[in-house]
């Protein structure tokens, strides 16, 4: 047909199919089972030898002990319309709930706690916790709304509007002038409670005193009270698997090990969907694009890398403060003022000598991951875009700040670098995980600042990584999104996504 895309006869069991999607992560994969599920037949080409992108797991250290390449706890999850119609649970996948959703260990062994009650929480904080109390509390209580307009496409009303997104909205961005400008402070007396939501803020790979991640630490902080933050039994992989294993009763075929580099080399389809980042889409579309939209992806910024540190430790971590061993998450980097250096010092290029680490200890919940009586942690630390520095030894010395011992208990470190991350997976350029600066102009207008920034000028080619609206984690959002308007615009399909993922038409 003369609105096909792509050239080869070859790829594709049988060879011009309806759909081709480019790669595997969350959000191809949430893309084809809409598809699928519309009873269009899909193909799925992926650049690595293994399925799902930032959600896989593997033994990056030692046989016996299982890590999560990239994403390893999924409270936005457990809010995603697209994960609820799959019914992971229904499916055998069990997200298990750390009994401390997530910590942030301080000197001289103190700690502020982030429990799953809001007062719990609060009594914990000392002065601080009425005025944490009032922060949080009015966030929790409107969750529901406000997670409908944080994965919404931010372009059309969300799924379940009605009159109360506004007051959360509201409350939401009230909150995120607070904290995200110097009136940051102004309603702390101590050191724990903005530590504990600098920490969260900080998962941005930005500095903590700016909207973006301010608005960030509110949202995933409230989540861990209205909802925890989950960490999958197995690892992340078994998310995919679950996937995998639908999508394949679904008809839905594979490539692996496929780079792509220009749309000829893919079977014949009525549309393209990428799950890549804006470059890649300039790369394999080359000249189809048009001057100005290729300018308009040219502006698109990335921001800092992460270099990624695993061990395989022969015991629990010993960590200075109990609380935090029943923790899922720690953010260690101690007061909110050293966050806020860090994360200024990678902005401005530099390598910090006390670097900010995201850890995950899967093991408090998961004892699958690793032999008898031993565990994996599962780290990363920021790094300047594109570095090339291992930062094994910084990372685990502000491990030890917080844990002495900890040297004692590692049995084995496996340590992948900012360039190594995007050498690992194109979408990570310069070892930015998040597809793209998390900035305010960036979740808006993302990639581009058009009315649907799923749809490319060429006729049939959509994108729908995490360079796409809502932004990054394992929610798969950004998939239905694109897989909605791919229906609508190429197929004449006008119908809820979400029904599609929880019963595929018959007709």
């Keep these: 047909m003369d609105d096909e895309i792509g050239g080869s006869t070859s790829g594709a069991p049988g060879g011009a199919v309806d759909v081709v999607v480019v790669g595997s992560g969350p959000n191809g994969l949430s893309a084809a089972m809409v598809l699928a599920g519309a ?7 992926e650049a690595a030898e293994t399925l799902g992108g930032g959600a896989r797991s593997a033994a990056l250290t030692l046989p016996g002990f299982t890590h999560d390449v990239c994403s390893a706890v999924h409270p936005s999850l457990l809010l995603s ?25 301080m000197d001289g062994g103190r700690a502020a ?10 009594d914990g904080l000392g002065a601080d916790g009425p005025a944490y109390r009032r922060l949080m509390a009015p966030l929790v209580a409107r969750m529901p709304e406000i997670a409908d307009l944080v994965l919404s496409d931010l372009r059309t009303f969300p799924h379940a509007w009605h ?15 607070e904290q995200g400008t110097p009136a940051w402070n102004l309603r702390w007396r101590g050191d724990a409670a903005p530590a504990l939501l600098s920490g969260v803020a900080t998962h941005t790979i930005a500095p903590a005193r700016r909207l973006a991640p301010a608005g960030a630490a509110l949202f995933l902080g409230a989540m861990a009270h209205a909802v925890g933050w989950p960490i999958p039994r197995g690892g992340s992989q078994a998310i995919v698997d679950a996937q995998l ?36 889409v300039v790369e394999v579309a080359g000249d189809l694009l048009p001057g100005w939209y ?37 953010h260690l980097g101690g007061t909110r003022a050293e966050l806020l250096a860090f994360e200024r010092d990678v902005a401005a290029g530099r390598h910090s000598e006390r670097p900010y680490v995201l850890a995950s ?10 032999p008898t009586g031993q565990h994996t942690l599962w780290t990363y630390t920021h790094v300047p875009h594109g570095s090339t520095l291992d930062r094994g030894e910084a990372v685990t010395d502000q491990v030890e700040r917080f844990a002495p011992g900890f040297r004692d208990v590692v049995i084995h470190t496996a340590v992948s670098s900012a360039s190594a991350e995007e050498a690992s997976n194109a979408n990570y350029v310069g070892g930015d995980i ?12 993302r990639p581009t600042p058009t009315l649907d920034p799923y749809r490319t000028p060429v006729p049939g080619l959509y994108l729908c990584s995490s360079a796409t609206s809502p932004g990054p984690a394992v929610h798969g959002m950004n998939g239905m999104h694109a897989a909605r308007r791919v229906l609508r615009q190429r197929f004449g399909i006008a119908v809820d996504p979400a029904e599609l993922v929880a019963t595929p038409r018959l007709d």
């Design 81 to 105: 319309r697209y994960f609820a119609a799959f019914d992971l649970a229904g499916r055998g996948v069990e997200m298990l709930q750390p009994e401390i959703p997530y910590a942030q260990p």
């Design 163 to 177: 009159p109360s997104t506004v007051p959360a909205a509201l409350a939401v961005g009230l909150a995120t002038l």
């Design 361 to 370: 200890q899967p093991g408090v919940v998961d004892a699958s991951r690793a």
């Design 39 to 45: 009873g269009l037949s899909v193909h799925v080409v």
């Design 113 to 122: 706690i982030a429990h799953r009650g809001v007062e719990e929480t609060a």
């Design 294 to 330: 290729r300018a308009l992806l040219g502006l698109y910024r990335h921001g800092d890398g992460v270099c990624k540190v695993d061990f395989a430790l022969s015991a629990p971590v010993p960590w200075a403060n109990p609380d935090c061993a029943r923790a899922g998450t720690l």
């Design 434 to 445: 998040s597809g793209g600066a998390v900035t305010p102009w960036q979740l808006l207008a």
């Design 245 to 280: 294993v639908e999508l394949a009763a679904r008809g839905v075929t594979f490539s692996t090990g496929e780079r792509v580099t220009t749309l000829a080399q893919l079977p014949r389809a009525r549309a393209v969907v990428m799950d890549t980042s804006p470059r890649t």
